[in-house]
């Protein structure tokens, strides 16, 4: 090629850079990731969604690559078209927002390789039903290049006005339930390990407590990632448990690259002494002519072979590298220390470590302990003890995932070292908390079907994975601890294409299926590498043994999922199909579980965004739509009824900010002088969400979900003995701003009620009730409050029934009920049995129900209590008698005077006697009084009674009286209306007579 032709080219190359120079703006378009639908999209509404609700907000962005001239802001002007009719100004040159519209404008905001600016637009009255609307963008760089207009615009569809918002379910109390196992968000992911206090999580943890005291499974288990991660992890936080080091790891200070080979000046670990690796250790024992080593930096490794060693010169000669640059120190590479951090670890320097033959681990445990006995051994939750990152001195690959720490992304360099560093973790967990491990989950596993976590093959992990479960196992059976009980499994795998691959992991484990078309190792590597034939765990070899050394102990899965509610639970149904279909038999009792889980993660600017985690109600009716589907999926296959999730947690949501956590944290000023005083932790909805569920039982029924205009309406009931619980819940997958106002009405037709009187309490959560979102809105955004400024958020962030209890009586287990529900808001019903005297004892439940008695003591355990028990020292005998009804005189065959009555032993015990007097109806006649009245008979027995008498005179008659007596005191033989009642002197003597009583 001859230079003349060279020149075009390069003025054609030139020519490319100037157009990418001058890129026009255009509208970001960010719908969907790998296929998956965003919760929050850009722009928002999304191109061409339907259902929108007419009170939406809009957000868009507008874009450039970053190479280009950046957008300027003041020529940014939206219009808001709807079908058939004009534009409507929404934003102005200038940034100025027109008339009927309100909203921020975000400037400078970084899209990876692009950058722009973002605007949220607030309309002052509700858009039309039923119409398709286009929204329209112009702007310009600041060089002048206007927008795209094949990239300028998107139109979004309102919805159906809803005419009549009413819905109903009929609802059998004694209909069949599912019995679950596990529950629901039932506590933490925390994503960076020994940070309780640095990110001031501890009065949350105490609020938590006071959950846990209502339903032990709220807020009971705590997953911290990551267990095994090294060194710094980045720049907002040093959790990193740094559990192992090779005692043979030394630190590089300088790297020199001969012409044949590189010499190495290398110093002791700084952090040798924590692992009790002794100082100045010769270097000529740990490292010879002939090893392979690796020297890594924080950005990548090679491997060489050690050629010599010098003791005095601290120097290593290894065979030449070809990297010509090693960090071996840098700015920032020692961040201060934390005072609320365990000891001080730098960020990742530069290392030379053992690879062939490997080195020997030490080990540290004050960070794991320091989180754990917080985490488990004062507030008692399980834990979840995750092997996901390979601790570097271990790893194959020893580059650690980021320029600021954590552990390498490879294979182990030996899965015997690996498998002892398994042991070892588990061991030291046993011995520090003891049986109660045998309740937490071992877990294998971290995304590693994403290359950001993992580097090796399928094969590799299914190798780690197998290794590490059966040095779990042993530990146990080491401890003398059933080791059939203890939960192993893991996999931990990314929603985003986590499926297939979590399919590929169940034909490992399983002992008897094979993958069609092979691509992975079916065989266990602990059952056919001699290196582990005497460290077999009983379950291991009893399932090798039996299946030709295939699969692999594995009692859950888990798969992370940061999306939709209905498509994070397909994912989970899609796991357990393939694992039923794979093989039904060892996978019978599999729980699919979700150990991250939330609606997104990652903060935005837009505000729809921040109102997802702020308590807008979204995050709670995702929850509960996300409870009801599996529920509803586990009716009709109860293997489905075994899940447990957790809620992911970054712990320093402050002042505010809108980031994913069970509370809020306010920054307080107490004494105005600009400095923190303390910290305000505030529940979030979601938190108040969880309290609901811990009134709940693990007896569950899904009440059919109803669709009205994109809109779904579900529910779940729960049954236990004393308690009925129903949660309906409106959920607005694509309302994350929570803006539409439609209320529902919800009736509920109960049937099935075992009681006669009922009462019914009720809850509500949405972004008006048990929830401080109005209460966050009204602060601004700031680094400090004075306590006045959040009087009225912590005033709002409690769980409150929003209307009294009410009480209902119960015809035929029958009873009909209407309660209120918003969009994307939760109504919880509470049905139970009436507790009359208000003591916390229901009626039938209560030993004195019209009498409030706490304690419910009753020392003669007649049922009675001492409150209501005239004499509780005698069981049969609680309250005096009344008057007695009922009496009658009849003859019978054989021509006795039987006197009936109705007996009084309910009422008033058993050893109630009776007392009856009479005289002849001429002497009552004659004298109006019954001062000629005796005793017929004294302290009988229940009735019949034969009347002793004989027949009265022809022409005459005899009457008969009859009162009840116990030791409680005495009856009366009835009233009349005259005054004064003549029968009284049968009684007393005093008021008419007879006097003495004719029957004392």
């Not at 065979?319 to 000891?343: A, K, N």
């Not at 009804?885 to 009849?890: H, M, P, Q």
Request: glycine share 8%; proline share 7%.
């Amino acid at each position: 090629m001859s230079i003349r032709r060279l020149v075009p080219i390069v003025l054609v190359l030139m020519l490319a850079v100037s157009i990418t120079l001058a890129d026009p703006p255009v509208l970001r378009f960010a719908g969907a990731v790998f296929g998956r639908e965003n919760i929050n999209p850009v722009p928002r509404p999304f191109s061409n969604r339907t259902f929108v609700s007419t009170d939406t907000t809009i957000y868009f962005e507008v874009i450039v690559p970053d190479t280009s001239p950046n957008v300027a802001a003041d020529t940014i002007t939206a219009t808001l078209t709807p079908q058939g009719g004009e534009p409507i100004p929404m934003l102005n040159a200038g940034q100025s927002f027109a008339a009927g519209f309100s909203g921020e404008l975000y400037h400078n905001i970084d899209r990876s390789a692009d950058k722009g600016e973002a605007v949220y637009l607030v309309p002052d009255d509700p858009l039309l039903f039923s119409t398709t609307y286009t929204v329209t963008v112009y702007a310009e760089t600041t060089t002048g290049e206007p927008i795209n207009p094949a990239q300028d615009s998107f139109s979004f569809t309102t919805r159906a006005e809803i005419i009549d918002p009413s819905i109903s379910w009929s609802v059998d109390l004694q209909g069949p339930t599912v019995s679950w196992h596990g529950w629901f968000h039932s506590g933490i992911l925390k994503p960076n390990f020994n940070t309780s206090r640095v990110f001031d999580q501890l009065d949350s943890y105490d609020l938590m407590d006071t959950v846990t005291a209502i339903n032990p499974d709220a807020f009971s288990l705590q997953r911290d990632w990551p267990l095994t991660g090294d060194f710094w992890m980045n720049g907002v936080f040093d959790g990193q448990p740094n559990v192992v080091r090779e005692q043979e790891t030394r630190q590089i200070t300088q790297v020199q690259t001969l012409a044949s080979n590189t010499v190495l000046t290398v110093t002791d670990l700084e952090e040798g002494p924590l692992y009790g690796i002794p100082p100045d250790r010769p270097l000529s024992s740990d490292y010879h002519p002939g090893d392979l080593v690796t020297v890594t930096d924080a950005s990548h490794y090679e491997s060489a072979e050690v050629l010599s060693v010098d003791d005095n010169a601290r120097t290593v000669t290894v065979s030449r590298l070809t990297s010509s640059i090693w960090y071996c120190s840098y700015s920032g590479s020692h961040p201060p220390d934390d005072p609320d951090t365990p000891d001080n670890f730098t960020r990742p320097l530069c290392y030379l470590r053992k690879l062939d033959p490997i080195g020997t681990p030490r080990y540290y445990w004050a960070r794991v302990n320091d989180e754990w006995d917080i985490v488990h051994g004062q507030h008692g939750r399980r834990l979840q003890v995750n092997w996901s990152q390979t601790p570097c001195d271990l790893a194959s690959d020893p580059t650690p995932t980021q320029l600021g720490g954590g552990g390498a992304k490879s294979p182990p360099k030996d899965l015997l070292q690996w498998h002892e560093f398994s042991r070892e973790i588990t061991l030291h967990l046993i011995d520090r908390y003891g049986p109660a491990t045998l309740d937490f989950y071992w877990s294998v596993g971290n995304e590693h079907n994403f290359s950001t976590f993992w580097t090796g093959t399928k094969n590799d992990f299914y190798a780690m994975y197998d290794v590490t479960i059966n040095a779990v196992l042993t530990a146990f059976e080491d401890r003398g601890l059933d080791a059939s009980r203890v939960i192993v499994g893991g996999l931990e795998a990314a929603g985003l294409g986590g499926v297939g691959w979590t399919r590929d992991a169940l034909y490992h484990m399983s002992p008897t299926a094979q993958k069609p078309g092979g691509g992975i190792e079916e065989k266990n590597y602990v059952c056919t590498d001699p290196r582990f034939a005497d460290k077999l765990s009983a379950r291991v070899s009893a399932i090798c043994s039996a299946n030709d050394n295939e699969g692999s102990p594995i009692d859950f899965v888990s798969i992370h999922e940061y999306e939709h509610s209905d498509l994070a639970v397909s994912d989970m149904h899609k796991v357990r199909d393939d694992s039923l279909s794979i093989d039904p038999a060892f996978f019978d009792e599999l729980s699919v579980c979700s150990f991250e889980s939330t609606a997104d993660w990652i903060p935005r600017e837009d505000p729809a965004a921040q109102s997802i985690h702020l308590g807008g109600g979204y995050l709670t009716t995702w929850a509960a739509d996300w409870m009801q589907r599996l529920v509803a999926r586990a009716e009709s296959d109860a293997r489905y009824a075994r899940h447990e999730s957790v809620l992911t947690v970054w712990p320093f949501d402050y002042n505010r900010q809108g980031i994913s956590a069970w509370t809020g944290l306010m920054r307080v000023d107490e004494d105005g002088d600009g400095t923190q005083d303390r910290i305000s932790t505030i529940r979030k909805d979601i938190f108040n969400y969880a309290e609901l569920l811990a009134h709940m039982s693990r007896e569950l029924d899904a009440l059919p979900a109803q669709t009205v205009e994109g809109i779904r309406l579900a529910g779940v009931r729960s049954l236990r003995d004393d308690k009925h619980s129903i949660l309906v819940y409106a959920h607005d997958k694509y309302d994350n701003d929570s803006r539409e106002l439609t209320p529902f009405d919800v009736t509920l037709s109960l049937t099935g009620i075992p009681w006669q009187n009922s009462t019914v309490r009720r809850w509500r959560i949405d972004r008006d009730h048990s929830s401080p979102y109005r209460a966050f809105l009204a602060l601004p955004k700031r680094d400090l409050f004075a306590p006045a400024e959040l009087t009225q958020l912590e005033a709002e962030d409690e769980l409150i029934e929003d209307v009294a209890p009410q009480t209902y009586a119960t015809t035929n287990g029958l009873l009909e009920i209407t309660v209120p529900l918003v969009v994307n808001g939760v109504t919880f019903v509470e049905l139970g049995e009436r507790d009359l005297d208000g003591d916390g004892f229901t009626d039938s439940n209560d030993n004195c129900p019209a009498v409030f008695n706490e304690a419910q003591t009753d020392d003669d355990e007649d049922l009675r209590g001492l409150a209501c028990d005239c004499d509780d020292t005698n069981s049969a005998v609680w309250a005096a008698p009344g008057e007695v009804g009922a009496l009658l005189v009849e003859i019978n065959d054989v021509g006795e005077t039987i006197v009936s009555w109705n007996s009084q032993a309910e009422v008033a015990g058993p050893e109630t006697l009776y007392d009856l007097v009479g005289g002849s109806l001429s002497a009552l006649i004659g004298s109006g009084d019954f001062a000629a009245a005796t005793c017929v008979a004294n302290g009988v027995g229940q009735a019949p009674f034969v009347d002793p008498r004989p027949d009265p005179a022809m022409a005459d008659g005899d009457y008969t009286l009859v009162r009840a007596d116990n030791s409680c005191g005495t009856g009366t033989f009835g009233s009349s209306s005259l005054v004064p009642d003549p029968r009284r002197g049968l009684e007393d003597g005093g008021a008419s007579p007879p006097d003495p009583d004719p029957c004392p």
